[in-house]
C-alpha cells in the first residue's frame, strides 16, 4: 500500500500564490508518475498537472504560465506552484500516484480563492 500526504492548501485571495506538496511513501518500489487534478463543486475532476519519472513535466492549457509542478528535494515528492489565481481556479486539489500500474490518492486539499 502507498500513502498519500497533501499539505498546503487554505484560503487564498485573486492574484495570490499558494504551493502545494505531495509526499509519498510505503510500500514503494518505482513511482512512474505523480500528478495533481482538481475538482470544484458540481464538476469534474480534471488533470491540472503531471510529473514523470523522466523528469519531465506537463501542465494543462487552462493553467499554463500560472502553475508549474516540479519534483522537491525529498524522496517521492513533488510540489504544485500556483500563481496569479483566480476565483475559478477554486476546488478540492488531489494529489495522486501511480505506482507499480496501481494508482493512489490523496485526501485533497481545499483551495477556496476568494476575497
Known amino acids: 500500500q502507498v500513502q498519500v500526504v497533501e499539505s498546503g492548501g487554505g484560503l487564498v485571495q485573486p492574484g495570490g500564490s499558494l504551493r502545494l506538496s505531495c509526499q509519498a511513501s510505503?510500500?514503494?518500489?518505482?513511482?512512474?508518475?505523480m500528478a495533481w487534478y482538481r475538482q470544484a463543486p458540481g464538476t469534474q475532476r480534471d488533470l491540472v498537472a503531471v510529473?514523470?519519472?523522466?523528469?519531465?513535466?506537463s501542465v494543462m492549457d487552462f493553467v499554463k504560465g500560472r502553475f508549474t509542478i516540479s519534483r522537491g528535494n525529498a524522496k517521492n515528492w513533488v510540489s504544485l506552484r500556483m500563481n496569479s489565481l483566480k476565483p475559478e481556479d477554486t476546488a478540492v486539489y488531489y494529489c495522486?500516484?501511480?505506482?507499480?500500474?496501481?494508482?493512489?490518492w490523496g485526501q485533497g486539499l481545499q483551495v477556496p480563492v476568494s476575497s
Open positions: 510529473w514523470f519519472s523522466n523528469n519531465s513535466t
Open positions: 510505503g510500500n514503494i518500489v518505482s513511482i512512474n508518475r
Open positions: 495522486n500516484v501511480h505506482e507499480r500500474g496501481r494508482d493512489y
